[in-house]
């Protein structure tokens, strides 16, 4: 089992809709996560971090559920732009050490 | 406002090959690393450094060779290159603080081909 995992998808959505998935992780200790955008053969750049008690910024919103390990990203009235692949990555607390780990991503299409 | 950047962004070599990417962040952010992207699983890291004079290993280390002599500076070395290293390399460098905690920023990619 993969530490971080995502649907790949894609998620197709029509413009405006809104669109939710999530992203599990497998360790308990985790201490911090985020959520970044990264378009095609582009690099990864940060959408928001995500915060206990649930963050929005816009037509975002990450929430995290640590009973379950899991991540969420919501996006209201999606737009065009929205198109790309959001990466969920985890600060995991490990023996060795902490551990940046990042998630496979989810395609994302909006469409007209 | 550079950030992070990246060079070559293009590159092809041969089998058994050397080559050094570079790196060079202006943010004077203490931790840097450099991570290779291939599809489907996500991004993994290679090396990563928390300050100038101290790098460690990342997740897919071998292979590859890093120093940090100086903050802004961390190239990544090929020893001998091998068709199994052809991907996206990412370099990214964040904040002090909490080890991990802080966002990345992430350099625009090096695309790296071994035939």
């Known amino acids: 089992r993969k530490e971080v995992e995502q649907d790949p998808g894609p998620f197709n959505v029509p413009e405006g809709a809104t669109v939710a998935f999530n992203c599990t992780y497998s360790?308990?200790?985790?201490?911090?996560f985020f959520w970044y955008r990264q378009d095609c053969r582009k690099e990864p750049k940060l959408l928001m971090s995500v915060y206990s008690s649930g963050n929005e910024d816009g037509r975002f919103t990450a929430q995290l559920n640590r009973a379950s390990q899991y991540i969420s990203l919501l996006i209201r009235d999606s737009k065009l732009s929205d198109s790309a692949t959001y990466l969920c990555?985890?600060?995991?607390?490990?023996?060795?050490?902490?551990?940046?780990?990042f998630g496979g991503g989810t395609r994302v299409l909006v469409k007209p | 406002n550079a950030g992070v950047t990246q060079t070559p962004k293009f590159q092809v070599l041969k089998t058994g090959q050397s080559m050094t990417l570079q790196c060079a962040q202006d943010m004077n952010h203490e931790y840097m690393s450099w991570y290779r992207q291939d599809p489907g699983m996500g991004l993994r890291l290679i090396h990563y450094s928390v300050g100038a004079g101290i790098t460690d290993q990342g997740e897919v280390p071998n292979g590859y060779n890093v120093s940090r002599s100086t903050t802004e500076d961390f190239p990544l070395r090929l020893l001998s290159a091998a068709p199994s290293q052809t991907s996206v390399y990412f370099c990214?460098?964040?904040?002090?603080?909490?080890?991990?905690?802080?966002?990345?920023?992430f350099g625009d990619g090096t695309r790296l081909s071994i035939l």
């Open positions: 360790n308990s200790a985790s201490q911090s």
């Open positions: 990214a460098s964040s904040d002090s603080g909490p080890f991990f905690n802080q966002p990345q920023h």
């Open positions: 990555v985890v600060n995991m607390i490990k023996a060795a050490g902490n551990k940046l780990t």
